[in-house]
């Protein structure tokens, strides 16, 4: 079964806006991670939030993590062309062993 | 480093084929995991092993499946025999302690016909 969940399923906007997706979990968790996989490729790791951080930047990535909700979002700022790929949250935590589950993405479509 | 390496990258074959799918962490990594991505489940974690141990093989989907971690830079995910259901993409991922972000390797398509 899978710990995170995100939302949207599926995003599309214009180069240049914004783009914010959501991760629930159910839960416990030692940290939280985002990861990116463009079409036919692995995925790639993004940023790594622990359950004590509530805020964490990298580039035009910001994460915020919301222990009491349960809650992520992964936010890129001044979206391009190439950010279109797949978003995954994966979670860490007690619960599952400590293995890293995945979430079923965020397909973000970033048009020219 | 060149990162995870996977290999084959695509694989096809047959019905009840044995099917074996190979990797190799990045050095120093002491973590190593196997998972299935779908369209379906989307991606799973079959088993993983930290220094060369299997630690948790309760992803396995059944008998067929099988993992080996002979040293600390290489694995082999078999399936004898493989069948259509199968089909997916297997990804190899590796991590230092198991806690950090893992790296992914790029993959290995596998369709059983």
């Known amino acids: 079964s899978q710990q995170g969940e995100e939302d949207p399923q599926a995003l599309s906007i214009q180069e240049g806006e914004n783009a914010t997706m959501n991760c629930s979990y159910k839960?416990?968790?030692?940290?939280l991670q985002w990861y990116r996989q463009n079409s036919g490729r692995g995925l790639v790791h993004l940023i790594l939030?622990?359950?004590?951080?509530r805020e964490k930047h990298s580039g035009r990535l910001r994460v915020t993590l919301d222990t009491s909700k349960k809650s992520s979002s992964l936010l890129i700022t001044a979206s391009r062309a190439a950010d279109t790929a797949s978003y995954f949250c994966?979670?860490?935590?007690?619960?599952?062993?400590?293995?890293?589950?995945f979430g079923g993405g965020t397909r973000v479509l970033v048009k020219p | 480093d060149a990162g995870v390496i996977q290999s084959p990258r695509h694989e096809v074959t047959e019905m009840g084929q044995e099917v074996t799918l190979r990797c190799k962490p990045i050095?120093?990594?002491?973590?190593l995991f196997w998972y299935r991505q779908t369209m379906m489940r989307g991606l799973e974690l079959l088993i993983y092993?930290?220094?060369?141990?299997?630690?948790?093989d309760s992803g396995m989907p059944e008998d067929r499946f099988s993992a080996k971690m002979p040293n600390a830079s290489f694995s082999t995910l078999k399936i004898q025999p493989s069948e259509p259901r199968d089909s997916a993409v297997y990804f190899c991922?590796?991590?230092?302690?198991?806690?950090?972000?893992?790296?992914f390797g790029s993959g290995t398509r596998l369709t059983v016909v």
């Open positions: 991922a590796s991590s230092l302690s198991g806690r950090n972000g893992y790296t």
């Open positions: 050095s120093g990594h002491n973590s």
């Open positions: 092993f930290n220094n060369n141990v299997p630690i948790d």
């Open positions: 939030i622990r359950s004590n951080e």
């Open positions: 994966a979670t860490d935590g007690r619960a599952a062993g400590n293995k890293l589950t």
């Open positions: 839960t416990s968790i030692n940290n």
